[in-house]
């Protein structure tokens, strides 16, 4: 794309941050792999684990208080949904919960957005294989701050870093046109939610327009989980037959 601005001038910059960027036949056919299976095809790297961030702020101590918290609710919602013989153990489950993380899942409906094949397809993609889906906001500052601190991002090539300006005047943009349809009035910078429309498409956003430390969003995510697969777990167990004593 061709870029003119004040401080760096007229250039051409490679947008790696908006929908033609993403390989959506490779998604679909990895998100169904692991829907039917369980797993990531073996050939696939998680190619994320190797970029260079800073801590979060989430303390050691916390995060190890979240781990056991989840493993705790884990077995119990097992123990629950598999009733044994008075004695007996119920067999070992092995549950798995894959999370995908992008800088662009949720685009808005069709019906009333924007309307292209690609914008088709991503749309019927992530309502027909997420689960749930979780948003995290972020302002403009705060999405500057983050984009420096992560230094340089892998991609399958290499580990290019952020042209200067690129944030700005790239990144920032595309958030704004593909995220307009979830705030009042569009306005993206105001960081108004609108209710009835992430509702409508079964998006759960995250309270406190991004001004919430990483610990406090860490613990709304996993509550939002935890509602989740217990309602999953009740469902199955209606479906099974109940054991003859």
């Not at 889906?133 to 580990?159: H, N, P």
């Not at 996993?222 to 009740?234: A, H, K, N, P, Y």
């Amino acid at each position: 794309m061709t870029l003119p601005s004040a401080e760096y001038g007229v250039r051409r910059l490679r947008d790696w941050d908006c929908i033609e960027s993403l390989d959506l036949d490779l998604l679909e056919s990895t998100l169904r792999c692991v829907k039917q299976n369980g797993t990531l095809r073996p050939h696939m790297v998680n190619k994320a684990a190797f970029n260079e961030v800073d801590e979060s702020d989430v303390p050691p101590d916390a995060l190890g208080k979240f781990q056991t918290a989840w493993q705790t609710w884990l077995e119990n919602s097992i123990a629950r949904s598999l009733p044994s013989k008075t004695g007996e153990q119920s067999p070992p489950m092995n549950i798995r919960v894959f999370i995908l993380e992008g800088f662009f899942l949720y685009p808005g409906d069709p019906e009333t957005g924007i309307n292209d094949a690609l914008h088709m397809q991503l749309y019927k993609l992530t309502r027909a294989t997420l689960d749930m889906r979780l948003f995290l906001l972020a302002s403009k500052d705060q999405v500057i701050m983050r984009r420096a601190q992560r230094m340089s991002c892998m991609t399958l090539k290499d580990f290019p870093t952020d042209p200067p300006g690129y944030v700005e005047h790239v990144v920032w943009p595309n958030y704004q046109r593909e995220h307009s349809w979830m705030f009042i009035n569009g306005d993206v910078a105001g960081m108004v939610i609108d209710q009835n429309r992430v509702r409508d498409q079964a998006v759960m956003v995250c309270p406190g327009k991004g001004q919430s430390n990483m610990g406090n969003i860490l613990m709304w995510a996993l509550e939002r989980i935890v509602d989740m697969l217990s309602t999953g777990f009740q469902e199955d167990f209606r479906k099974k037959p109940q054991q003859q004593s």
